[in-house]
T-cell receptor, first 113, second 114 residues
């Protein structure tokens, strides 16, 4: 059973507009969340994180929102750029300091110029 | 130079062959991990190691073994490869001093078992 779900396998957005990538989880014990970006032929690279004690975390064009009651997090990219075209994975952990990050299946974002 | 390197980057082998994938890191991290990625399944943990003397099974360890030769090196072996082990394999590291345990990934090894 998939504990971390990214229900949209792909998303296309026009350059300059907002990209919203969604992630749902089932385990209420998860309390730390990461987003990774992956380009073809490269490993995933860490993008942004959020702890369950927050509902929002910003880093430049990237903002992650967490809705604990809905067990939902989202990554907003504003404005979207062609270089943001990649696969985005969310990951969740209920126990920081251990190995237990559960990854979603990824969403492929394509930003159209 | 890359902090986490994997060799080989691509490998094609036949069913029944023994294969070793290698991972090296210069980040000075004590924790190392092996994942596999399959289409539609995301990243799944195979094995992890918190230090040279510590090896632990992950979610999908059957058919795999690992060796932590040094703090900087972590190898994954397929003793007798089978076609459903065809996948993209990633090594990752993390620092025990980082309470978030953020993981840093290598570039991946694409393995095809015929």
């Amino acid at each position: 059973d998939q504990q971390v779900k990214q229900n949209s396998p792909s998303l296309s957005v026009q350059e300059g507009r907002i990209s919203i990538l969604n992630c749902d989880y089932t385990n209420s014990m998860f309390d730390y969340f990461l987003w990774y970006k992956k380009y073809p032929a490269e490993g995933p690279t860490f993008l942004i994180s959020i702890s369950s004690i927050k509902d929002k975390n910003e880093d430049g064009r990237f903002t992650v929102f967490l809705n604990k009651s809905a067990k939902h997090l989202s990554l907003h990219i504003v404005p979207s750029q062609p270089g943001d075209s990649a696969v985005y994975f969310c990951a969740a952990s209920g126990d920081p300091g251990t190995y237990k990050y559960i990854f979603g299946t990824g969403t492929r974002l394509k930003v159209l110029a | 130079d890359a902090d986490v390197t994997q060799t080989p980057r691509n490998r094609i082998t036949k069913t029944g062959k023994r294969i070793m994938l290698e991972c090296s890191q210069t980040k000075g991290h004590d924790r190392m991990y092996w994942y596999r990625q399959d289409p539609g399944l995301g990243l799944r943990l195979i094995y992890y190691s918190f230090d040279v003397k510590d090896i632990n099974k992950g979610e999908i360890s059957d058919g795999y073994s690992v060796s932590r030769q040094a703090q900087a090196k972590f190898s994954l072996s397929l003793e007798s490869a089978i076609p459903n082990q065809t996948a993209l394999y990633f090594c990752a590291t993390s620092d025990f001093r980082d309470s978030t345990d953020t993981q840093y990934f290598g570039p991946g090894t694409r393995l095809t078992v015929l």
